[in-house]
């Protein structure tokens, strides 16, 4: 049996709790065709102010650094998110 997903984005993608507190993580493209992963408290355990957070980390991050980010939003591949594709 097929599944097809919700075409909605994770609003949590690059997000996860470690402990009591939510973290960030992403790629940026630096010059010289090098990449760098990074990693960073949000230093919240409130999931909406960690999406507010995020949100204007991944913003601020490439003017402040002079890269560009490398984001992939996918969404959220739970199965309770997937629903059966019936085929005729």
Same mark, same amino acid.
């Given at each position: 049996?097929?599944?097809?997903?919700?075409?909605?984005? $994770?609003? $949590?993608?690059? *997000?996860?709790?470690?402990?009591?507190?939510?973290? /960030?993580?992403?790629?940026?493209?630096?010059?010289?065709?090098?990449?760098? !992963?990074? !990693? @960073? %408290?949000?230093?919240?355990? &409130?999931? /909406?102010?960690?999406? !507010?957070?995020? +949100? @204007?980390?991944? %913003?601020?991050?490439?003017? @402040?650094?002079?890269?560009? *980010?490398?984001?992939? /939003?996918?969404? !959220? %591949? %739970?199965?309770? &998110?997937? @629903?059966? +594709?019936?085929?005729?």
């Amino acid at each position: 049996m097929a599944y097809q997903q919700n075409p909605e984005p $994770d609003p $949590d993608h690059h *997000l996860w709790r470690n402990g009591r507190l939510y973290w /960030v993580a992403f790629t940026v493209h630096l010059p010289g065709w090098q990449k760098e !992963r990074i !990693r @960073q %408290s949000l230093g919240t355990a &409130d999931l /909406v102010e960690a999406r !507010r957070r995020r +949100d @204007q980390l991944l %913003s601020d991050y490439p003017r @402040q650094r002079q890269c560009e *980010l490398s984001l992939r /939003v996918m969404q !959220r %591949s %739970s199965r309770r &998110d997937r @629903q059966p +594709d019936v085929a005729a």
